[in-house]
Nanobody, 115 residues
Framework: QVQLMESGGGSVQAGGSLKLSCEDS????????MGWYRQTPGNQRELVAT???????NYADSVKGRFSISKDKAMRTMFLQMNDLKPEDTGVYYC?????????WGQGTQVTVSS
């Protein structure tokens, strides 16, 4: 069973930074696209950023210019660098990948931004 393991969440003040990491239990990300999603209080899970195996990135409008998604060359770890955090970024952040066409999710990591 494939597992995704997130780390790096925490509590920061507005304007601060956090870096999330995600590792695939297979030892490498083998899907064509991977990404980060978040669920903020009272809302459905939403896309934050995606990255393809070739390195093409895509971002939600709300995080463009502040967040950066990346992966290491060995594709063992995926990252989400979050800068200039805002209170509205507070939520649970989930790592996402695929096994074939089946989505796989991490357990989530809490990010709390105080004003």
């Amino acid at each position: 069973q494939v597992q995704l393991m997130e780390s790096g969440g925490g509590s920061v003040q507005a304007g601060g930074s956090l870096k999330l990491s995600c590792e695939d239990s297979r030892g490498t990300f083998s899907s064509k696209i991977m990404g980060w999603y978040r669920q903020t209080p009272g809302n459905q899970r939403e896309l934050v950023a995606t990255i393809t195996a070739g390195g093409t990135t895509n971002y939600a409008d709300s995080v463009k210019g502040r967040f950066s998604i990346s992966k290491d060359k060995a594709m063992r770890t995926m990252f989400l660098q979050m800068n200039d955090l805002k209170p509205e970024d507070t939520g649970v952040y989930y790592c996402n990948s695929y096994v074939g066409n089946i989505p796989v999710w991490g357990q989530g990591t809490q990010v709390t931004v105080s004003s």
